[in-house]
């Protein structure tokens, strides 16, 4: 989160009038039909501009200029708002949002004792207005005076009830969006009527909610914000809902059927200092990523109506309340081109490489598409302006083409038709392509990743030595390295006695890794470290896993019904490949291996007792103490030996959070979420036995 907001500098009047006219064309489009130009963090950047160069040159000032007018003030409505529906002032770091706290106190003549801090939901305001207790009409923020009457999508809005718990008549604001699983839903049913995607569920939500005449319905989504009475009703429960602090006034909301975000992970508080408030803003901001619906920034207002009262206006915007803005995490950009690449198991899989984008923090230049079915359900052409979404650590990817903001110079994406490394035949008859030749074709990458620190900790192979045994026909998969004799790798370029004869005893040890790493070494789809040390940890040896079909692979936890036929099928693949390792005298069993207890075990029937049984544990933050010296992959390792399931990120579901220093914001989340929190020293007393 940055203090200072990037702009679009203006230089002149005459580019003032051009960003002036940009801006109202693309708020005009936006709120017209849910179409733009620009995406929301350049569209922003644009009225910063527009607004630092009027505070410079206020005799230029244009009466079109978006500045002092509500968001949405393009549009004309045609039905009036009881009470203004004004937008929110920003700030864009800690040290503003202390600057807002302090001019708001002093206007005040005192502290502020009750802060509200909620998450500031990217979608559509809307008004909801019921008459004793039933849904009578949907009214969009308009240019804040008056809105549009949008009442045809009663009946479509998750979250926004028709009758109310209570007969209440009274206007609900919240904001109209859609969820990932209803933009997803809204986009394939788009591509089977006319070929093309929604660029981004906000668009999407803004298109439909206006939409009238289309031959298909997309579901919507509801989350109130607010609750307020007609202004000419005197009634006691009127007066009363008018009195009480934003807070208590949310419980009503919920408690009237309404759905808004506190059964979320980011649920409002009330607080009582700044500091309090801005780890509250830092909890929101991590749990972002995590989020089935978009955020854009942490709304801080007073909670005590007469706090709100005593503070007022301005013309725009309430002086109570502030937006701590976010990041972006969507932007538009172009899609140069798609590279190809095949993996260390044949799969062939598609990049985009992008025109360089500014996205949560990092430049994004590539990202994700997935597979060829993929890119064909998303119609994306090269050339074409695309949506491009990263959160967190989440792997930057092309969410949809900018359909609309197409020239007509747009070229189809070439698929290739052979394999792109080794110009073999691909097989197309899964969504994900693969070379015919599979692990044979990428052998390098495949034995790479074997003998990596986290599979069989190989020391001393490196990629170029890998290299030169291919070359020389020694090897053809990492099965083949224990075979080697002592003759044939000093026969090597620049291989002495010494490296040769600490190679053979890296070879040795290896052979004594586990059962769970020695599978993870396999590179099974679908698999990785994490799913290896299941898979051991419930068979305990390689016969057992062979032996194994489908329905008794399923039963390992986190692998269902469509991983589990891979599995098996792998498992027949590389059939020649243990049968090396076995050859070899590779290990092939898991170390202290017990069978799983039956369901409903105690520990009096030989049900578990070890420490993080049923746990989920997260790890983060630099370690110490006992556990100073150990690997990411090796906390893994210690936590599933304790008997618990190690995890990257924290949820409601996590049971333990070892936080060392440097935590960051996986601590505050679990803080946020409730989640016991240790010290490296005190889980290492926890798990002591099995360090």
Known sequence: MTETPPITALSDDTAYAEAVQLAVDAAAAYYADGTST?????????????????????????????TG?????????????????????????PEQLADWAAGLERRLGRPVTAWSVEPKLDGLAISARYRNGRLAQLVTRGDGTAGEDVSHAIGTIVGLPERLAEPFTVELRGEVMMTASQFEDACAKRQAHDGTTFANPRSAAAGTLRAQDRPYVCELTFFGYGALPHPDDASEPAVRLRELPHSEIMHWVTA????????????????????????????IAAARATLPFGIDGIVIKCDLAADQAQAGFSSRAPRWATAYKLPATEKITKLLAVEWNTGRTGIIAPRAVLEPVELDGSTVTYATLHNPADIARRGLMLGDSVTVYKAGDVIPRVEAPVVHLRTGAEQPIEIPAACPSCGDAIDSSQERWRCVRGRQCRAIASIVYAAGRDQLDIEGLAENRIKQMLDAGLIADFADLFFLTREQLLDLERMGETSTDNLLAAFERAKGQPLSRVFCALGVRGTGRSMSRRIARHFGSMDAIRLADA????????????????????LVELAALIDKLVKAGVTMTEPGWTPPAEPGATEADGGSELPLAGMSVVVTGAMSGALEALSRNQMNELIERAGGKASSSVSAKTSLLVAGEKAGSKRAKAESLGVRVVTPEEFAGLVGPFI
Request: net charge negative; proline share 8%.
């Open 38 to 66: 620009l995406d929301d963090d350049a569209y922003d950047r644009l009225v910063r501009g527009i607004q630092a160069y009027e505070q410079a040159h206020p005799e230029s000032v244009l009466p079109s200029s978006p």
């Open 69 to 93: 007018k509500v968001a949405g003030g393009a549009v004309t409505g045609d039905v009036p708002h009881t009470v203004p529906m004004l937008s929110l002032d920003n700030v864009f770091g």
């Open 256 to 283: 009237q059927g309404v759905q808004t975000t506190a059964a979320t992970p980011v649920a409002g508080i009330v607080a009582d200092t700044l500091d309090r408030v801005q780890e509250r803003v830092n909890e």
């Open 551 to 570: 329905e008794a692979i399923q039963a390992v936890e986190g692998i269902g019904p469509e991983k589990a036929p891979v599995v098996v099928a792998e």
